[in-house]
């Protein structure tokens, strides 16, 4: 009889533990991007971005905005055709520029890619003033229980949403919204 009093509490105690981990699994995810990048650890920031979906969601992105920009003017044309399959082909290009540590570094810091690829040093040569401060003044959000976002402006003070997705216990980096 003794036994089974402490039982009910004990699973009690497991389950909140692992809520608590669930609901501070976003910030711990934050946190260890900062420190990645920081770093300059393209391994810790492999384990906290899931790459192949933040590539997917990016490159959609970039193919729906130029399909909205210009495809109607494109079609019109063979030429218009052409250069459409061009520009998202490029596109797909700077996705991939994008979705790599150093373009992940200049986004979570509100600068467009093309400012950070300027062949600057990595972040371990520089002193503590001139390291990365990724996600300095985000806004955070939980859109639902397996969702969060972090919300920064970029230099344009146009929003960038970082969107964080659960799969299990573990938080990942999936999708950046970037406004054009």
């Not at 590539?55 to 055709?81: K, M, S, T, W």
């Not at 939980?142 to 230099?155: G, M, Q």
Request: zero cysteines; glycine letters at 8%.
């Amino acid at each position: 009889m003794r036994r089974t009093r402490w039982l009910p509490w004990a699973v009690l105690a497991i389950v909140l533990a692992v809520l608590a981990y669930v609901v501070a699994g976003p910030w711990l995810t934050i946190r260890g991007i900062e420190q990645a990048i920081r770093d300059d650890d393209t391994r810790a920031l492999a384990r906290q971005v899931d790459f192949p979906a933040l590539r997917a969601n990016l490159r959609a992105q970039a193919e729906d905005h130029i399909a909205r920009e210009y495809g109607d003017r494109a079609q019109a044309n063979v030429f218009g055709r052409l250069g459409l399959r061009v520009a998202s082909g490029l596109a797909g290009g700077m996705v991939d520029a994008m979705a790599t540590p150093v373009g992940l570094a200049a986004l979570m810091e509100g600068r467009r890619v093309w400012s950070r690829l300027d062949g600057s040093p990595p972040a371990r040569s520089l002193d503590e003033s001139q390291r990365p401060q990724p996600f300095r003044d985000a806004r955070y959000r939980y859109e639902s229980t397996s969702r969060f976002t972090v919300t920064i402006e970029d230099e344009g003070a146009r929003p960038m949403v970082f969107v964080l997705t659960r799969k299990g216990l573990h938080w990942r980096l999936s999708d950046i919204r970037v406004s054009p």
